[in-house]
């Protein structure tokens, strides 16, 4: 697999309106240009969940990889994302109090219903030509 250096990979729901929401806000943060997105969907999406030997028929969640170091999914995911944008944000590592299974449960609950609440879509995002060289 041929992934950027020194970059963290999330992989997300590519027809997701919510998870395509989610990809908007971390670029809007990413001060540190720390973060590359790979849709779940994709050729490499699939490489990379073989490779870290994740099942998403099993797990149906955003996949934060930080290759050659570990990787996170469900609430971890989102608080490991969350603390890299520093300031405010870091005060999400709080959330780690917060027992595992509780967390993932109430993730869980929003994964399940998401496409309800917030639609699909049809293709993946187009993004601006800026904006493109953060996607995998």
Excluded at 58 to 86: R, T
Excluded at 99 to 123: F, M, Q
Aim: contains cysteine; positive net charge.
């Amino acid at each position: 697999m041929n992934l950027p250096e020194h970059k963290k990979i999330i992989l997300f729901d590519g027809v997701c309106n919510l998870c395509n929401r989610m990809v908007q806000f971390v670029i809007k943060h990413d001060k540190k240009d720390l973060f590359r997105f790979v849709a779940l969907q994709s050729e490499l999406g699939q490489e990379i969940q073989r490779h870290i030997g994740i099942d998403t028929k099993n797990i149906d969640s955003v996949i934060l990889y930080d290759p050659g170091h570990a990787y996170y999914y469900k609430s971890s995911a989102a608080i490991e994302i969350m603390q890299e944008f520093g300031g405010v944000f870091y005060a999400a590592r709080l959330f780690k109090i917060i027992p595992n299974a509780l967390r993932n449960g109430i993730y869980d609950y929003v994964a399940r219903n998401r496409y309800s609440w917030y639609g699909k879509t049809e293709h993946c995002m187009m993004p601006t030509p800026e904006i493109k060289a953060k996607f995998l």
